[in-house]
């Protein structure tokens, strides 16, 4: 294996252990020392990478954005029409929140341990945010097209179903289980019928 090859693994191993301990044990109670260890890298080889846990916190949300964004794509399109597309961000949910132990929101779990929101942390919490928000209006603006679902708002509506996933993951993080969000589904689909 090539130097650079080997460089770029360790970068990755680091990120990996990050993955796992920021989003278990939490950002604030993950010290450098554990994710060196659990690595397998020199200390030098971390701050080489990542020359602050800071920056290491950056990298983690990067790389949990894009395998949870992803995720939930490959997902959505599973599934061919517009209303189908957008009801299944509801079994998504489901499916992700029982792989992570009900751990909820790997970037809401950030943001309450980074209060500062002018941080370059948070900026990267708000950017995942504001690209989840965008993909939830585009299946809006996709089931508007559908007759059916002409008359409806998409800003409103692709804000509620924000609010809704928000809400709801924080519940099940809450209780430990996803009883409520085929609860949130429901509501989400009379809000629907509602708005047409």
């Not at 060196?36 to 890298?41: H, L, M, N, T």
């Not at 950030?110 to 993909?135: N, Q, T, Y």
């Not at 689909?189 to 509602?194: D, E, H, V, Y």
Request: charged content about 30%; proline content about 2%.
């Amino acid at each position: 294996m090539k130097k650079d090859e080997l460089q770029s693994e360790a970068r990755q191993r680091l990120v990996n252990v990050a993955l796992d301990l920021f989003y278990r044990q939490g950002y604030l109670a993950t010290g450098i020392n554990q994710v060196i260890e659990e690595a397998g890298v020199s200390k030098n080889t971390f701050y080489y990478y990542f020359p602050s846990k800071e920056d290491l916190c950056v990298a983690y949300l990067k790389e949990r954005h894009k395998v949870w964004m992803g995720w939930l794509q490959k997902e959505i399109d599973k599934l061919d029409a517009p209303y189908d597309r957008l009801m299944g961000v509801f079994d998504f949910l489901d499916v992700w929140l029982r792989k992570s132990d009900f751990r909820g929101c790997a970037f809401l779990n950030i943001a309450s341990e980074v209060p500062d929101i002018k941080h370059r942390v948070r900026k990267e919490v708000i950017l995942h945010k504001d690209e989840f928000r965008s993909v939830l209006k585009g299946l809006v603006k996709d089931l508007k097209r559908k007759k059916k679902y002409s008359g409806i708002d998409v800003d409103f509506i692709a804000d509620a179903l924000y609010v809704t996933i928000e809400g709801v993951i924080s519940s099940c993080q809450n209780y430990g289980n996803t009883v409520l969000i085929s609860t949130a589904g429901e509501n989400f689909k009379k809000l629907l019928t509602a708005a047409k």
